[in-house]
């Protein structure tokens, strides 16, 4: 295992231990350190601290290391600085300004475990007020997160359910453009039949009034000669004299 990366939060210098009764003690040898009369003071802070960050653990070349959030009251400089280290981290890991980035997220949540653990040192009670208000903002960012993946997956669904609609109709408006186009196909067909019926009737109708004409003609003038033939027979004999 890698050793950690370097956080916002204030962490003491790494332990070395070898076994969970080397960790135990390294974690005695701190209080100690403070004092007798502030032993019990001590332990009972670190403890807080200690579940609230959990220290840091890692394996190099076969030796485990601890590394125990520090129990250092913070200064007015350290909070300074604290805000300092901040744009700086933003600025080089170029985490956005605005909208969801992981980066942003990480760096102003070890920002806001290093006031938890300023404010625990002074004062254990609104340290774990602190907490509460941490693990409350987390798990209402973690609803928006779950709401959010789901309405984005509702989205996909119903992009790839338009997608296959808009399909299904394309496909209905060609098979409607093609019945379209036989059928206007069908309609020139017949008007091109009626033309040509109409123009076969025509010439019909003027060959029949052609022959009509003829035949009145052939009729009139059979007419006429019948006609004259009659007069030239009922016609008296050249020298007649009516009356004797």
Avoid at 22 to 38: I, W
Avoid at 48 to 65: H, K, M, V, Y
Wanted: overall charge positive; glycine content about 4%; aromatic content about 6%.
């Amino acid at each position: 295992m890698i050793p950690p990366v370097e956080s916002l939060v204030k962490y003491d210098k790494p332990v070395l231990v070898s076994s969970s009764k080397d960790k135990a003690k390294s974690k005695k040898t701190k209080a100690e350190a403070l004092g007798v009369d502030k032993k019990a003071k001590a332990l009972q802070t670190e403890d807080i601290l200690n579940a609230i960050l959990p220290p840091r653990e890692w394996t190099e070349d076969g030796e485990l290391w601890v590394q125990y959030v520090s129990a250092v009251p913070a200064t007015r400089s350290d909070a300074i600085s604290l805000g300092e280290h901040l744009d700086q981290r933003l600025q080089l890991r170029r985490a956005r300004d605005s909208g969801i980035c992981t980066i942003r997220e990480e760096l102003y949540a070890q920002t806001f475990d290093e006031l938890i653990r300023q404010v625990t040192i002074e004062c254990a009670e609104r340290g774990l007020l602190f907490l509460r208000i941490r693990d409350e903002s987390r798990m209402r960012i973690a609803a928006y997160q779950t709401l959010y993946e789901s309405s984005l997956a509702f989205a996909v669904r119903k992009a790839v359910q338009g997608e296959d609609e808009k399909s299904e109709l394309e496909m209905k408006i060609k098979d409607m453009l093609a019945d379209r186009r036989d059928k206007l196909k069908y309609i020139q067909e017949l008007t091109d039949r009626s033309e040509s019926l109409g123009t076969r009737e025509e010439e019909r109708w003027q060959q029949m009034k052609k022959k009509h004409n003829v035949e009145i003609k052939s009729l009139k003038d059979l007419y006429k000669a019948q006609t004259k033939s009659l007069q030239e027979a009922l016609a008296p004999p050249p020298g007649f004299i009516k009356g004797h």
